[in-house]
């Protein structure tokens, strides 16, 4: 169990929001399908859940392999502000590169198996999702084309929790595609990508002195970043806007109650730009933030906050849709 507790902790668990919310909520659309199959809908979630912590691992894997992980260290000793978390089994020498690798591929070879199930009962459009979405995890930082080291992560994010998860849990539970889906999962994976785009913006400095090509630093002109981040966190809501006037019921415009976290999330990115060193402001409104006393003890309120917001705002959003498709039933 303590093995089980160290790899799990690994892994990171504090990501499985970016893809579990998501997964819930397709699960949620696809029950109002004829055919639909709770016990498959949950078993195409449990492979999201394992299969995003099994490519965390690889990740990890890759990332060090490429370049060790102990920069971070150095860096802050130079005087840039970096968190340093990323990999800390590996540079303390609780773990080696080979228990990573074969970690990785066990946890990645259960989620196999988990689509495997599927594919059996539900057929050949699983096996194209699950392959499309293995090949682009690996490629998110594994070579040959380590997708996350020139400016593609974030879109790799933005699809693999986006569409294609949400289409996989969805059509897993239903048997059945759906225009819903496709006007929901967008804005989903958006927001997710928005996580991981934001974390980029915070560690630019860090990023582009370790010449890790993320989005934000491909963009390099921080109004160009700005500009990348208005459409990322704003689009979702025109997606969803053009759907309920054509396509999808008028209540799933409710997203627009969590509109204004969008616009206090952009507008502290907006403050962060102009002056890093600043302190952040929490307000109770801005949504649960785990240990929130100690993180500020330890000086990462900074990063910690916008990183919050930006998990809170894809939470509420989840919710609403959830709540959205229930209304439409009625």
Not at 28 to 40: H, Q
Not at 105 to 128: D, E, Q, S
Not at 250 to 262: E, G, Q, R
Request: net charge positive.
């Amino acid at each position: 169990m303590q093995l089980f507790r160290f790899w799990f902790q690994n892994a990171r668990p504090q990501a499985l929001p970016q893809s579990v919310l998501p997964a819930v909520l397709s699960l949620c659309l696809a029950s109002s399908e004829g055919g639909f199959s709770i016990w498959f809908g949950l078993l195409a979630l449990l492979g999201v859940v394992v299969g995003h912590l099994g490519l965390n691992l690889f990740d990890d894997y890759f990332d060090y392999r490429k370049k060790r992980q102990d920069y971070r260290t150095a860096m802050v000793h130079e005087g840039f502000r970096a968190r340093i978390s990323k990999c800390t089994y590996l540079t303390s020498g609780q773990a080696t590169v080979g228990q990573l690798l074969t970690v990785a591929c066990i946890v990645c070879g259960i989620a196999l198996t988990l689509g495997a199930l599927l594919f059996y009962f539900r057929g050949m459009p699983i096996l194209y999702l699950a392959l499309t979405a293995g090949l682009l995890g690996i490629s998110y930082s594994g070579p040959p084309l380590r997708l996350s080291y020139y400016g593609l992560g974030e879109a790799v994010i933005a699809v693999m929790f986006g569409p294609l998860a949400m289409t996989g849990v969805y059509y897993a539970a239903s048997g059945v595609f759906s225009p819903l889906i496709l006007f929901v999962s967008l804005p989903v994976g958006l927001l997710v990508c928005n996580i991981v785009y934001v974390h980029s913006i915070l560690d630019y400095e860090p990023d582009k002195k370790a010449g890790k090509h993320t989005l934000a630093v491909l963009l390099g002109n921080r109004k160009f970043m700005l500009v990348a981040l208005a459409v990322i966190l704003f689009f979702p809501y025109l997606i969803i806007a053009y759907g309920a006037i054509k396509y999808i019921s008028p209540y799933y415009l409710l997203v627009f109650l969590c509109l204004p976290i969008a616009i206090a999330l952009f507008s502290s990115m907006i403050a962060f730009v102009r002056d890093p060193k600043a302190r952040p402001v929490r307000k109770a409104w801005m949504g649960p933030m785990a240990r929130w006393e100690k993180i500020v003890a330890g000086g990462i309120d900074w990063f910690m906050l916008r990183w919050y917001m930006s998990r809170n705002l894809l939470t509420v959003f989840c919710l609403i849709i959830i709540i959205a498709s229930f209304l439409s039933r009625i």
